[in-house]
């Protein structure tokens, strides 16, 4: 995956399990075309930090499959190989719940993204957003930074460090900005770092 677009994900080595090994390789492919996308939408920064949102709102799981389908068929608007490799989701139909599960587990084997479920408590997509905003405005004169705290986040979203390393490389990424620290803090309360 390209590192220089932000989108790079490591997904570890293919495990030895048949079972496993089909829902590693499930998840490469969908990734590939995850940063394929990204790529292609190079030249507009504007639909790529829209895909790269997107994803994280899918990963999130903070809007509706309609909503989903509605920004991925605007953000790939012109761009027909995109379009027709996301057809499967984007065509899908979301007249009932089951539809919507069908439709959203389709975009999960696309994208190679697995949506977190509901827990309470849990912050909004909005104040996520807000917090990753901030983070980002905060390093934007330390390259790097920024993508390495979201690519810790999406590490642990798909299982491939465990929660009490990717809690302590964070709070060591944000040690010396206390505000920060304090609202991440609150997003991931340490004795939550195993789950």
Same mark, same amino acid.
Request: glycine share 6%.
């Given at each position: ?24 390789? @499930? #998840?490469?492919? /969908?990734?590939?075309?995850?940063? !394929?996308?990204?790529?292609? +939408?190079?030249?507009?920064? *504007? ?69 977190? @479920? #509901?827990?309470? /408590?849990?912050?909004?997509?909005? !104040?996520?957003?807000?917090? +990753?905003?901030?983070?980002? *405005? ?58």
């Amino acid at each position: 995956m390209s590192e220089e677009l932000g989108m790079q994900y490591t997904i570890g080595p293919e495990p030895k399990d048949p079972q496993e090994a089909e829902k590693w390789h @499930k #998840t490469h492919r /969908g990734l590939v075309l995850t940063d !394929e996308a990204y790529f292609q +939408l190079a030249g507009d920064q *504007d639909a790529q930090q829209r895909f790269r949102n997107l994803m994280l709102q899918f990963q999130m799981d903070q809007s509706s499959t309609e909503q989903y389908q509605d920004n991925l068929a605007a953000i790939l608007a012109g761009n027909k190989t995109l379009t027709s490799k996301f057809s499967s989701f984007l065509e899908a139909p979301t007249d009932s719940e089951d539809d919507k599960a069908a439709a959203n587990e389709r975009l999960s084997e696309l994208t190679g993204i697995t949506p977190l @479920k #509901t827990i309470s /408590g849990r912050p909004t997509f909005e !104040e996520s957003a807000a917090f +990753l905003e901030d983070v980002k *405005d905060r390093f934007i004169g330390q390259p790097g930074i920024y993508d390495e705290f979201l690519h810790r986040i999406n590490m642990r979203l798909r299982d491939e460090e465990s929660g009490v390393d990717t809690y302590a490389g964070l709070v060591q990424m944000l040690k010396g900005e206390p505000d920060l620290l304090e609202r991440f803090q609150h997003f991931w309360p340490r004795e939550s770092a195993n789950v």
